[in-house]
């Protein structure tokens, strides 16, 4: 009778677990599957990123990088991404909290830092234009904005998704889905900046010493 | 017990400090390279390789504290994936700059000139 009963609850632990393993190992593969995607928009920035460095010298009669870049600026976008990348940090640690008013806060904190860097990129885009320095210059202004164009395309995509999540967190709560939602936005948003910091060095950084 | 420590290193106070971490090592170096640029502290090719240095590290760094990509559990899929993409982005880029320096080097009008001249041609 006793063995019977310690059967039963091997038995009955083991298919609890194995339920359990089988709903992580599906959260895990879809953050997974969202992740083998990032890294196929690495590569998307990374062949950018090779026309930017064959074509940053062929500046064809129009300005080179120093004569245009404003360091300032680009400094203040740099730590206005970077802050936004670690309130996502804090948005996810308040969503394990099950803290709503702390998500909420986080996310627009999160959402205005991204607004006010893409805000100042687009000034930035229209300033340049409006000098007569477009991309139809030389090939160096194509790959330029062509680099940090896409890179502004994917923060606008982030700031429209940041209110699709906020509405969702309104409407379901902390399902697993949202948690699942969150997830994935944030290694999203993690990766923009991680983006950044390349652009910020090669295209503004190198941009100015002239190479 | 397996889940027991990865409920550990899951805690929220620990990955607070992280993200923390992660932020102001990040923002060190983003300044340290501004400043070394824009201070004009190191001769030009030296700056160069440092700020391309600390491009690096701050790669690094977000990929532990915010990606956390090297607390994974076992079958280690994630990092795979991204050693191969690694591979792949170094290829590309490198491969690229290498292709079209050595173009632009040999296929200028005045060196494709001076092989026709060579070959007893001309125009």
């Known amino acids: 009778m006793s063995t019977q009963n310690q059967q039963f609850d091997i038995h009955h632990v083991s298919l609890s677990e194995l339920r359990k393993e089988e709903s992580t190992s599906i959260f895990e593969n879809v953050s997974f599957g969202f992740f083998v995607y990032l890294m196929t928009d690495l590569v998307l920035f990374a062949s950018l990123f090779a026309v930017y460095a064959v074509l940053h010298k062929n500046t064809a009669g129009g300005p080179a990088g120093y004569q245009i870049f404003n360091l300032n600026t680009v400094l203040v976008e740099t730590l206005l991404l970077l802050t936004s990348s670690f309130t996502t940090g804090l948005t996810i640690l308040s969503l394990k909290t099950k803290t709503k008013k702390n998500v909420y806060i986080n996310l627009f904190i999160t959402f205005l830092l991204g607004l006010s860097f893409l805000v100042i990129e687009l000034n930035e885009f229209s300033h340049l234009v409006s000098i007569g320095d477009s991309w139809r210059v030389s090939g160096f202004l194509s790959s330029f904005f062509t680099l940090v164009g896409t890179h502004g395309l994917h923060i606008s995509i982030g700031l429209i998704w940041m209110i699709i999540l906020a509405y969702r967190l309104h409407k379901t709560g902390f399902g697993r889905a949202n948690i699942r939602r969150f997830t994935i936005f944030s290694l999203f948003w993690h990766f923009l900046d991680v983006i950044w910091i390349f652009i910020f060095t090669v295209v503004y950084l190198m941009g100015v010493t002239r190479l | ?123």
Request: charged share 5%; proline share 2%; aromatic share 14%.
């Open chain 2, 1 to 123: 017990m397996k889940t027991n420590v990865y409920q550990a290193s899951n805690h929220p106070t620990g990955q607070f400090k992280n993200y923390l971490i992660g932020y102001f090592v990040s923002i060190l170096l983003t300044l340290s390279s501004f400043f070394i640029v824009t201070n004009h502290v190191l001769t030009l090719n030296t700056a160069v390789y440092v700020i391309s240095l600390l491009a690096i590290g701050q790669f690094i760094i977000q990929i532990v504290f915010f990606l956390h990509l090297f607390n994974e559990r076992s079958p280690r899929y994630r990092l795979l994936v991204f050693l191969l993409m690694l591979s792949i982005v170094l290829i590309l880029v490198i491969g690229s700059i290498w292709i079209m320096t050595n173009l632009s080097s040999n296929m200028s009008i005045p060196k494709q000139i001076q092989y026709m001249n060579n070959q007893g041609g001309g125009f």
